[in-house]
């Protein structure tokens, strides 16, 4: 079989930067308070990492004095505080404020500060908010909280994938009605019943499959601007809900992360009997789109035809969120 490599993005996409939006930068299980966890997203470098009282925080890794990564060597952080490995500065955690340096009295003015950014710790993830041009967040990312379930979520399965494809053509690909039918061998072509802005970003309601193998009754998408998406799949007696973050690393790929719970059945034999096949099945057939996805070309004027799904409808609700 050939061995392809996915032409440079530049080839494939106009660079139009990252959206604005709450990016997913770490898993809320992997972030402590006695250990800065670094990570590479938004083509930056992050820590992350909780403060005294639990509260998850997400800054530049680069501490302002004179550029250490705050993670290398022996860079720490005890008690909220950062203290960075080239010359010991220390850093307030929560804010960024620089309280200490060992080797002056003369305190640098206050104004210098680590850069912390906007964080939210919601539905297992630690979100950091992103501005291209650096401004305050203007909405807040949806939470599974607003449900209301008469049973608890019980975490079933966690995929990680990096994708090249174009970033902007990920969550379209949910419009795209026909490749459901075409590359998915559905024997049912998806309908869209409404898509209605929200404060969070969008709220999609599909029209349930027929004949599938889940007799599913709703079926519909959160978006929280264009980098956070959970579907809420229910049926009777019985409930999914994938959580879905997509993060860009640098302008040729990007991380998605699909986190699927299963809506407790009362027992942990039960929940598995449920969720392996969905799971299963939901794996079998988002490594169909990779195939696909990972190659393609952003078009800007695609040639749609009737039977197409709202792609554009879609668009323009994405272009919100681009600068
Ligand atoms: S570079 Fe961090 S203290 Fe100097
Ligand atoms: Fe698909």
Known sequence: MLTMEALPMHRRAPDIGFPRGWYC?????????DEMLPVSYLDEQFIVYRGPDGTAHVADAFCPHLGAHLATLDGSISEGKITCPFHKWSFDGATGRCVDIPYTKVMVPGSVKLKVYPTREIDGMVL?????EGEEPDFEPWSR???DVDAPWIPHSTTFRESTCPYRDLFENL????????LHGSNFLPTIESMERTSFGMHARFSPPTGERFPVTGLENMFTGVSLMTQLVTGDG??????????????ERFVQVSRLYVRDMGSPELNEALGKPFADNTAFETDKDFKVLDFKKHLARPQLCAGDGPIMKWRSYQEEFYA
Request: charged fraction near 15%; hydrophobic fraction near 40%; charge should be negative.
């Open 25 to 33: 930068v770490a898993e809320s299980e992997k972030v402590t308070a």
């Open 128 to 132: 950091a908010w992103y501005h291209p």
């Open 238 to 251: 019985f409930g999914f809900l994938q959580s879905v973050s997509a993060t860009p690393i640098d302008h």
């Open 175 to 182: 419009f795209d009605t026909a490749h459901v039918q075409q």
């Open 145 to 147: 909280e607003s449900l």
